[in-house]
């Protein structure tokens, strides 16, 4: 009963962080869609003089640069903790493998924002939940 009850626990913790980080990078995402770089300022009225340049500066081809990956880290993060919990909740005897995707997203969601930060502390406790959650042996009550 105590690994069921365990097992619950990390799943819900891991659901929640990878809710977390899910809609912490897809907000992270839009704000750089909409052009989040250009705050205004001196340099904005003069067309963009500063920050226009970002296409040949490191730009690779689309605004904001390699700091747009960052979102999508997070995006991917966020979804592959989620089917981590859900797994770990349809599977719990593999919860030693799903533990450790759970737990090893959530420590990378951090590049992407980490679903405000809480998403992936909340990610990494469920992962380790379900890692130590010990099984019961064959022929033990």
Same mark, same amino acid.
Request: aromatic share 12%; no cysteine.
């Given at each position: 009963?105590?690994?069921?009850?365990?097992?619950? +626990?990390?799943?819900? #913790?891991? !659901?929640? *962080?990878?809710? /977390?980080? #899910? !809609?912490?990078?897809?907000?992270?995402?839009?704000?750089? #869609?909409?052009?989040?770089?250009?705050?205004? +300022?001196?340099?904005?009225? &003069?067309?963009?003089?500063?920050? +226009?340049?970002?296409?040949? =500066?490191?730009? &690779? @081809? &689309?605004? @904001? *640069?390699? =700091?747009?990956?960052?979102? #999508? %880290?997070? /995006? %991917?993060?966020?979804? %592959? %903790?989620?089917?981590?919990?859900?797994?770990?909740?349809?599977?719990?005897?593999?919860?030693?493998?799903?533990?450790?995707?759970?737990?090893?997203?959530?420590?990378?969601?951090?590049?992407?924002? *980490?679903? &405000?930060?809480?998403?992936? !502390?909340?990610?990494?406790? *469920?992962?380790? !939940?379900?890692?130590?959650?010990?099984?019961?042996?064959? @022929?033990?009550?």
């Amino acid at each position: 009963m105590a690994s069921h009850t365990t097992s619950t +626990g990390a799943f819900i #913790l891991s !659901l929640i *962080g990878g809710i /977390l980080i #899910l !809609l912490g990078s897809a907000m992270t995402w839009m704000w750089f #869609l909409s052009d989040g770089f250009n705050f205004g +300022g001196m340099m904005n009225g &003069f067309g963009h003089m500063m920050n +226009g340049y970002e296409d040949m =500066m490191g730009g &690779f @081809g &689309f605004p @904001g *640069g390699f =700091m747009m990956g960052l979102p #999508l %880290v997070g /995006l %991917v993060s966020g979804i %592959v %903790v989620i089917i981590g919990a859900i797994m770990l909740s349809a599977q719990p005897s593999t919860h030693m493998t799903w533990g450790s995707i759970i737990l090893a997203f959530s420590v990378v969601s951090f590049m992407g924002m *980490g679903g &405000f930060w809480i998403g992936a !502390l909340l990610g990494i406790a *469920g992962g380790a !939940l379900a890692i130590s959650t010990r099984t019961p042996q064959k @022929g033990t009550v």
